[in-house]
Nanobody, 125 residues
Framework: QVQLVESGGGLMQPGGSLRLSCAAS????????IAWFRQAPGKKREGISC????????YYADSVKGRFTISRDNAKNTVNLQMTSLKDEDTALYYC??????????????????WGQGTQVTVSS
């Protein structure tokens, strides 16, 4: 399994921005499609973005499209999620996920076997 570590969460006012990072040790993230999920209290884990391994194609849920940007930094072996125009409803625990057999064509949490511990994002005035 790939070991993943998320960072960059925090408290932000509505309209603000945060940048999350997903790092891996001992594995090259560029070999995998990498997804970002989030889970708010009492809600299902939601797939919000994904970047493919080869062509770097990006995918976004409607809830974040136009506000969030996923990208790779291969030099640092990270996948980043730039979040702008944050809303109260973006408050959640954010996870990155990977699996050698799963592509961005599906953003089903049950399909991914490697997860980080999550980083909390709280949007509040």
């Amino acid at each position: 399994q790939v070991q993943l570590v998320e960072s960059g969460g925090g408290l932000m006012q509505p309209g603000g921005s945060l940048r999350l990072s997903c790092a891996a040790s001992r594995f090259t993230l560029d070999y995998y499609d990498i997804a970002w999920f989030r889970q708010a209290p009492g809600k299902k884990r939601e797939g919000i973005s994904c970047i493919s391994s080869r062509q770097g194609r990006t995918y976004y849920a409607d809830s974040v499209k136009g506000r969030f940007t996923i990208s790779r930094d291969n030099a640092k072996n990270t996948v980043n999620l730039q979040m702008t125009s944050l809303k109260d409803e973006d408050t959640a625990l954010y996870y990155c996920a990977a699996d050698p057999k799963v592509t961005c064509m599906t953003l089903k949490a049950d399909d991914f076997t490697s997860w980080g511990q999550g980083t909390q994002v709280t949007v509040s005035s």
